[in-house]
T-cell receptor, first 114, second 112 residues
Framework: AQSVAQPEDQVNVAEGNPLTVKCTYS??????LFWYVQYPNRGLQFLLK??????LVKGSYGFEAEFNKSQTSFHLKKPSALVSDSALYFCAVRFFTGRRALTFGSGTRLQVQP | NAGVTQTPKFQVLKTGQSMTLQCAQD?????MYWYRQDPGMGLRLIYY???????DKGEVPNGYNVSRLNKREFSLRLESAAPSQTSVYFCAIPGQDRYEQYFGPGTRLTVT
């Protein structure tokens, strides 16, 4: 069965420093991988996705993620964190075929301190 | 969250009461999805619909029923609410290029 793990419940980083939010996955085929962000009392917003091709994908708000097949990871990164990046971040995976629903990780709360 | 609307935004129920959560889309997609979000567990798929008139169970379907009577609307019904169904419920449709999903604003449900 496919699964996604986000090993950190919370990540704290100072404004201006680089940030990384970790995600590892387990699927038996080729995965489609996604990152979503949720601001307080809001719905989920799509950040970026990996479908195929270049392992480094760029998304909204200056975020990027690196797909690493050998380590089965898809970590979210940003070179310089902003206080406004503070939110809940979800990694998700979807199979190439099938019902196309997403399987989500448990979420990581990012706290950026001024 | 243009494209997907959900009603109501908030609801408080007593144990045993019933209610229907409504979801409507104006993007003409065949597929629609219902998820629930619980702290520390991410989002989990309750039911999905691949097309009008068809529905299938997801990861956590117990205690719920769904209805997809037309292409635009996908409703989620709780026949006898339980405190374990306290959650935030999200409806979703495929995104622009159909890989990602686009989520509605959510319904926050509390069952006492």
């Amino acid at each position: 069965a496919q699964s996604v793990a986000q090993p950190e419940d919370q990540v704290n980083v100072a404004e201006g420093n680089p940030l990384t939010v970790k995600c590892t996955y387990s699927v038996s085929g080729n995965p489609y991988l996604f990152w979503y962000v949720q601001y307080p009392n809001r719905g989920l917003q799509f950040l970026l996705k990996y479908i195929t091709g270049d392992n480094l994908v760029k998304g909204s708000y200056g975020f990027e993620a690196e797909f690493n097949k050998s380590q089965t990871s898809f970590h979210l990164k940003k070179p310089s964190a902003l206080v406004s990046d503070s939110a809940l971040y979800f990694c998700a995976v979807r199979f190439f075929t099938g019902r196309r629903a997403l399987t989500f990780g448990s979420g990581t709360r990012l706290q950026v301190q001024p | 969250n243009a494209g997907v609307t959900q009603t109501p935004k908030f609801q408080v129920l007593k144990t045993g009461q019933s209610m229907t959560l409504q979801c409507a889309q104006d993007m003409n997609h065949n597929s629609m999805y219902w998820y629930r979000q619980d702290p520390g567990m991410g989002l989990r798929l309750i039911y999905y619909s691949a097309s009008e008139g068809t529905t299938d169970k997801g990861e956590v379907p117990n205690g719920y029923n769904v209805s997809r009577l037309n292409k635009r609307e996908f409703s989620l019904r709780l026949e006898s609410a339980a405190p374990s169904q306290t959650s935030v419920y999200f409806c979703a449709i495929p995104g622009q290029d159909r890989y990602e999903q686009y989520f509605g604003p959510g319904t926050r449900l509390t069952v006492t």
